[in-house]
């Protein structure tokens, strides 16, 4: 008599193993939550503003990425404020404003520092 195996009753054999490879592997990957945890986004906000205080209307604001070197830009509102969400907690940036012709000294923001938000005065001597 032929002695082999039969598909189904192979897979009935590896059951067990399956079951018990699914339930380490749930162990081993971290889950959605902690994957969030440790991607913590932070905002930076704050006004640009000249000597005297007052807000900067159309100041453009720079926060530059100092692993990729990437900058993002944007224009400050009617009252100088300005606002960079969903920025990554791992990496450093570095922070200035530019407003006819003059430049705001520059900010860093460290993946050090554990903040979630910012709020930064960036000054333009403007006289």
Same mark, same amino acid.
């Given at each position: 008599?032929?002695?082999?195996?039969?598909?189904?009753?192979?897979?009935?054999?590896?059951?067990?193993?399956?079951?018990? *490879?699914?339930?380490?592997?749930?162990?081993?990957?971290?889950?959605?939550?902690?994957?969030?945890?440790?991607?913590?986004?932070?905002?930076?906000?704050?006004?640009?503003?000249?000597?005297?205080?007052?807000?900067?209307?159309?100041?453009?604001?720079?926060?530059?990425?100092?692993?990729? *070197?990437?900058?993002?830009?944007?224009?400050?509102?009617?009252?100088?404020?300005?606002?960079?969400?969903?920025?990554?907690?791992?990496?450093?940036?570095?922070?200035?404003?530019?407003?006819?012709?003059?430049?705001?000294?520059?900010?860093?923001?460290?993946?050090?520092?554990?903040?979630?938000?910012?709020?930064?005065?960036?000054?333009?001597?403007?006289?």
């Amino acid at each position: 008599m032929a002695s082999y195996s039969h598909p189904v009753s192979r897979l009935v054999r590896l059951l067990p193993l399956l079951c018990c *490879l699914a339930v380490l592997t749930s162990f081993a990957l971290p889950s959605p939550q902690l994957l969030a945890q440790q991607q913590t986004q932070r905002i930076v906000q704050g006004k640009v503003v000249n000597s005297s205080g007052a807000g900067l209307k159309n100041a453009t604001i720079f926060l530059k990425d100092t692993r990729t *070197l990437a900058i993002k830009s944007y224009i400050a509102s009617d009252d100088g404020s300005f606002r960079f969400g969903q920025l990554l907690q791992s990496t450093d940036y570095e922070l200035w404003a530019e407003f006819d012709g003059k430049k705001s000294p520059v900010k860093n923001i460290s993946s050090f520092d554990t903040r979630a938000e910012f709020n930064l005065t960036l000054k333009i001597d403007t006289k």
